[in-house]
C-alpha cells in the first residue's frame, strides 16, 4: 500500500542507447525536459524494483527485455524539495535522496508515455539532452554517461549494438 505521502527516496533513470543517444520526457505539469524520475512506493521497495516499476510507468519499456542492461550507477543526490512540492511529503520532511541508474539500449526505441506525468519523448545525443534538462542532478548525470558506459564495456555489461538498418 502506498504511504499517506510520498516517501523522500527517488530514483533518476538515464535511458541511453549504445551511441549516446539519451531518452528525454517533457513533463505535464513544468513542461521541462528530464529523464525518468520517480519516488519509492514503499520501505521495503529497492531502488532497483523502483527504477524498474517508474521506467515501465512512464515510458512502457520493460527494463528485463532482452539486449537492454539497467545499472545501478552507484551514486546517490541529496537535495533540497521545491517548497511547491512539500505538501506531498510528511510534515518537515524537506530533503530528498535520490539514486543514479542508467538504462541501456540497443537501439532508439518507441515509448509509450503515461499521458498523467508526459506530454512528449525525444532522443537526443548525450551532450544536447544535458543541456535540455532542468533538473542539475539529471544535467550531471548525463554528463557522466561516456564514463558510465565505459564502466559498462569493462564489465561486459554493454547491451549488443544494433544491426544496420538499409
Do not use: C
Given at each position: 500500500?502506498?504511504?499517506?505521502?510520498k516517501?523522500?527516496?527517488?530514483?533518476?533513470?538515464?535511458i541511453?542507447?549504445?551511441?549516446?543517444?539519451?531518452?528525454?520526457?517533457?513533463?505535464v505539469?513544468?513542461?521541462?525536459?528530464?529523464?525518468?524520475?520517480?519516488?519509492?512506493?514503499?520501505?521495503?521497495?529497492?531502488?532497483?524494483?523502483?527504477?524498474?516499476r517508474?521506467?515501465?510507468?512512464?515510458?512502457?519499456?520493460?527494463?528485463h527485455?532482452?539486449?537492454?542492461?539497467?545499472?545501478?550507477?552507484?551514486?546517490?543526490?541529496?537535495?533540497?524539495?521545491?517548497?511547491?512540492y512539500?505538501?506531498?511529503?510528511?510534515?518537515?520532511?524537506?530533503?530528498?535522496?535520490?539514486?543514479?541508474?542508467?538504462?541501456?539500449?540497443?537501439?532508439?526505441?518507441?515509448?509509450?508515455?503515461?499521458?498523467?506525468?508526459?506530454?512528449?519523448?525525444?532522443?537526443?545525443?548525450?551532450?544536447?539532452?544535458?543541456?535540455?534538462?532542468?533538473?542539475?542532478?539529471n544535467?550531471?548525470?548525463?554528463l557522466?554517461?561516456?564514463?558510465?558506459?565505459?564502466?559498462?564495456?569493462?564489465?561486459?555489461?554493454?547491451?549488443?549494438?544494433?544491426?544496420?538498418?538499409?
Amino acid at each position: 500500500m502506498k504511504p499517506v505521502y510520498k516517501l523522500p527516496q527517488s530514483v533518476l533513470v538515464v535511458i541511453h542507447t549504445v551511441d549516446q543517444q539519451v531518452l528525454l520526457l517533457r513533463r505535464v505539469d513544468l513542461g521541462s525536459w528530464q529523464s525518468v524520475t520517480g519516488s519509492k512506493d514503499h520501505d521495503a521497495e529497492t531502488y532497483a524494483q523502483t527504477a524498474a516499476r517508474e521506467v515501465a510507468e512512464e515510458t512502457g519499456l520493460d527494463v528485463h527485455t532482452p539486449g537492454f542492461a539497467l545499472r545501478d550507477w552507484g551514486l546517490e543526490n541529496i537535495y533540497d524539495i521545491y517548497p511547491q512540492y512539500w505538501p506531498r511529503y510528511a510534515p518537515g520532511v524537506r530533503r530528498n535522496t535520490e539514486h543514479v541508474f542508467g538504462l541501456r539500449l540497443p537501439h532508439v526505441v518507441p515509448i509509450v508515455l503515461s499521458p498523467t506525468e508526459h506530454t512528449e519523448y525525444r532522443w537526443l545525443p548525450w551532450l544536447h539532452a544535458a543541456d535540455e534538462v532542468f533538473s542539475p542532478s539529471n544535467a550531471e548525470a548525463i554528463l557522466m554517461l561516456p564514463h558510465q558506459t565505459a564502466l559498462d564495456d569493462q564489465a561486459g555489461l554493454s547491451a549488443p549494438k544494433a544491426k544496420a538498418r538499409r
